[in-house]
Each structure stands twice: as C-alpha cells, then as structure tokens.
C-alpha cells in the first residue's frame, strides 16, 4: 500500500468530505499523540495525590486508634 493509498483510506474515515493532505494528517497524528502523553500525565498525576491523600488518612487512622 503506497502512501497516497494509505492517506486516501484515512481521509475517507475520518472525514468524506474533508480532504486532508499528508502533511495535515502528520499534524493531527502529532497533537493527538501530545494529548495523549498530556493525559497519563494528568492521570499519572491525581493517582500520586490520591495516594498521598490515602496515606495520611491511614496514618491520621493510626494514630487515633493508639
């Protein structure tokens, strides 16, 4: 499969009527693969204060039951 043959199955996925060019195809690959890092950082992120949280709940726990 050319790469012509790969951007034309692509656009007619994507979008019919909405005819990309290969370089704007690279760029929406591109900020999609930026969203997606941005995202597990995020993620990444609120599990490491969640945990943060659970443990000075479990130690607030601790102490009270002593």
């Known amino acids: 499969m050319t790469e012509q043959q790969m951007?034309?199955?692509?656009?007619?996925?994507?979008?019919?009527?909405?005819p990309l060019t290969l370089d704007q195809l690279a760029a929406l690959l591109m900020a999609?693969?930026?969203?997606t890092v941005l995202l597990a950082m995020g993620l990444g992120y609120q599990i490491v204060r969640a945990e943060r949280r659970i443990k000075a709940l479990e130690?607030?726990?601790?102490?009270?039951?002593?």
């Open 59 to 66: 130690t607030a726990l601790a102490q009270e039951a002593m």
């Open 7 to 18: 951007l034309d199955f692509i656009t007619e996925t994507l979008g019919p009527n909405i």
């Open 32 to 35: 999609l693969a930026i969203a």
